[in-house]
């Protein structure tokens, strides 16, 4: 070979790696200044009034203490709604149908839904729910985020179902117990930290969506505990907050921004963990 | 009856998705049917004579997503190689997990982000410099035309590209790795540079799940709302350059559906959804099924 052309391969190779690492570079620098950001300006706001004061007419002090107590109902009814449907889902699609062809109709349609507009979920909520019933609730707010949870959760269900050893159904089915009993107490329990995990990753998905609340859930500026009326909660606020032009409004924006960050991170990180106890285990 | 159960459940995923299409056809018909086809092909949006042509906002998500999966494919690409072929063992899981982060922030955190810190600097080093930088008349001019403020199309699709980086980095990293050692350490022992080697001999050999890959990317970029509702500054006219403001489907619903002045407003709007609907699920149909022959493959 002609040392031309190797010299030409070497320098193609190195140009690659640099390349290939100064990338990931801007890719964690993007992230850092992201955090950054969050930290310098959300830490200012950061106190107890957050927590117990509603939020203020501009120009006035207050918190975020409706917005937050709203958005913990809504999320927390909708992985309620969604664990149901995404759990029985998923296991009838890895126990029951998922090899015929309406099972891998439900499986493609699932993958699609799994990364469609959020926006589209919540104009279907809204002609659903809010519209008939003439009014904003956090009932539909609710709806719509499990709507974004449920493909997740029957993704996942699917997945680690899958990987529990067909001895272990084999060995249920053998001691005279039915399939679903088999299903709900063997199965559902030796996943129990795949199952886990993919609660944890569909509430990080829907605790920081805003698109499907604008208009279903809506907002409020009292605190509320009724959720089949309009709902205060933390995205809609920040929305609202960060493009007013009230300075107060503003620092309040970005502390409700950090603190939902900091959810949803922490979240990830703590499915990450559990996802990988399971792997050990 | 718990298969019963479980089969309601299943068949529900699938009468949710049919009552999106319904809703949004029903929803939207006032409007296509006052406006007919020239909804799609006219760029007069306007509220006050209730005229509404969705050709603006339509172009719009086109460019933005287009200019997004340009700027993030070489991006995550790199990322995915760096993680498979160059990463040093120890660093891999860290820097994984802090790419994945960067997937888990919230859409609207990446909106105040670029709008408070992103847009400032935009426009002071990039806008204002190139801006001055182009001879009048010239391509650059006519690319570069619009109010250095840091908000418009093209910060915009920067945004969008930081936010489709992660999904597409994490799925060809997947894809890279499921190549067997085999065939990379063939062509390695066959005296292979490490570029050749991923070039040559594993990105072809996964190249239909990475079309797959960055279809899905597509497909986010297209219905990404709220960071592009901060930064694109939501205007309904033809996007004319680089840094003229514009929208996107998804911003113009975002930003106008709970203020609808009239009942064809809203009709128009809904419409607007089920053209976005057509084409995100078209893209991600399609990068599904790229993905689904992959793992058929391999």
Known sequence: MSSAKLVRRRVGDVAFKVFCVAVTALALVALAAILWSLLSQGLKGLNLDLFIKSTPAPGSPGGLANAIVGSIMMCVLAMVLALVIGVLAGTWLAEYGGRSAYGSVVRFLNDVLLSAPSILVGLFVYEMLVAPFHGFSGFAGSVALALLAVPVITRTTEDVLLLQASTLRE??????????????????????????????????????????????????????????????NLPVVIFN??????????????TGALLIAATVLTVTVVARIVAQEQRRS | MFEGLCFAAATALLAALGGLIASLVIGGWPALRKFGFGFLTNATWNPVTDVYGAAGPIVGTLITAALALLLALPIAGGVAFFLTELCPAVLRRPIGTAVELLAGIPSIVYGMWGLFVFAPIFAKYVQLPLMTAAKPGSLLD???????????????????????????????????????????????????????????VTLPYVRTGAIGAVMLGL???????????????????????????????????????????????????????LVLFLITFTVLGLARLMLRLQEARS
């Open chain 1, 171 to 232: 060995a249920g089915v053998a001691l005279g117990a039915p399939l679903s009993y088999v299903i709900s107490q063997v199965l559902w329990r030796s996943a129990r930290s795949g199952l886990l995990t993919g609660a944890l990753l569909a509430f990080a998905r829907i605790s920081g969506e805003t698109a499907p609340l604008l208009f279903t859930a809506l907002n409020n500026q009292f605190f509320s505990l009724d959720l089949r009326g309009e709902t205060a």
């Open chain 2, 219 to 273: 497909g986010r970029a297209l219905g990404e709302t709220m960071a592009v509702t901060f930064i694109i500054g939501n205007s309904h006219a033809f996007p004319k350059s680089l840094f003229d403001s514009g929208s996107t489907i998804a911003s113009t619903i975002a930003n106008e559906f709970t203020e609808a002045t009239s009942p064809v407003h809203t009709a128009a709007l809904i419409a607007l959804g």
């Open chain 2, 142 to 200: 006519t690319l570069t035309t619009g109010i250095p403020n840091g908000s418009g199309i093209l910060p915009a699709s920067i945004i969008l590209a930081i936010m489709i980086l992660p999904f597409m980095a994490a799925t060809l990293r997947e894809l890279l790795a499921s190549v067997p050692p085999g065939v990379r350490e063939s062509a390695y022992g066959l005296g292979a540079t490490t570029a050749e080697v991923v070039m040559s």
């Open chain 1, 241 to 254: 907050f960060a493009l007013s032009v009230d300075d107060g409004w503003r620092r309040l924006a970005w």
